[in-house]
């Protein structure tokens, strides 16, 4: 079984368009991320949540707005898309905040977005 | 805030041959540094990771070293093999940082038979 997984995989859509990417985690974990990955792969994290709250929120337009209804689920609603939002976005998922459950991040499959 | 700085950006290896892969930081209260290994159009896996407790891990053909003196820390992979061609990236955080891992700009190794 997939332990996070992301719909839609390919998403094509045109400029001004408003879209969502959904993801959910079966592994139990209580912080969920969202990373972007640019076309030159540089991932950079978006938003984390822990327990359903937000932890950090990067300089990101506010266009960009998560949600997360419980802990198993982040999902990510982005309006008014721009030819500078295509990219992969990656879910992803970690224990805990650190100590001895550590932080080590397991991504969903992405979602490959294209604004045209 | 943590910067990380990886180098180099590709890495022509032979197959059989030894690939290293340096990074800095910047944060000195980073302590935990994760490798993520990621093939072409799938999501990035972890491969491994060190914590500042430790100078050295290795788990079979890969090994991590770090320097918390110097702030820098590499991967190294032995015996290279074709299936080791991908993109391999860094990252540091403290572990009171909510996960918040900071990614170097990535490697891409390619292993030529």
């Known amino acids: 079984d997939t332990a996070v997984s992301q719909t839609p995989k390919y998403l094509v859509t045109q400029m001004g368009n408003d879209k969502s990417i959904k993801c959910e985690q079966n592994l139990g974990h209580d912080t969920m991320y969202w990373y972007k990955q640019d076309s030159k792969k540089f991932l950079k994290i978006m938003f984390s949540?822990?327990?359903?709250?937000?932890?950090i929120n990067e300089t990101v337009p506010n266009r960009f707005s998560p949600k997360s209804p419980d802990k198993a689920h982040l999902n990510l609603h982005i309006n008014s898309l721009e030819l500078g939002d295509s990219a992969v976005y990656f879910c992803?998922?970690?224990?805990?905040?650190?100590?001895?459950?550590?932080?080590?991040?397991?991504f969903g499959e992405g979602s490959w977005l294209t604004v045209v | 805030g943590e910067n990380v700085e990886q180098h180099p950006s590709t890495l022509s290896v032979q197959e059989g041959d030894s690939a290293v892969i340096k990074c800095t930081y910047s944060?000195?209260?980073?302590?935990?540094f994760p490798w993520y290994k990621q093939e072409l159009g799938k999501r990035p896996q972890l491969i491994i990771d060190i914590r500042s407790n430790v100078g050295e891990k290795k788990d079979q053909r890969i090994a991590v070293t770090l320097n918390k003196t110097a702030k820098h820390f590499s991967l190294h992979i032995t015996e290279t093999q074709p299936e080791d061609s991908a993109v391999y990236f860094c990252?540091?955080?403290?572990?009171?940082?909510?996960?918040?891992?900071?990614f170097g700009a990535g490697t891409q190794v390619v292993v030529t038979p």
């Open positions: 990252a540091a955080t403290t572990t009171d940082s909510w996960g918040k891992l900071q």
């Open positions: 949540y822990n327990n359903k709250e937000l932890i």
């Open positions: 992803a998922s970690s224990p805990g905040t650190g100590g001895s459950s550590g932080n080590t991040i397991y």
């Open positions: 944060d000195s209260a980073s302590n935990y």
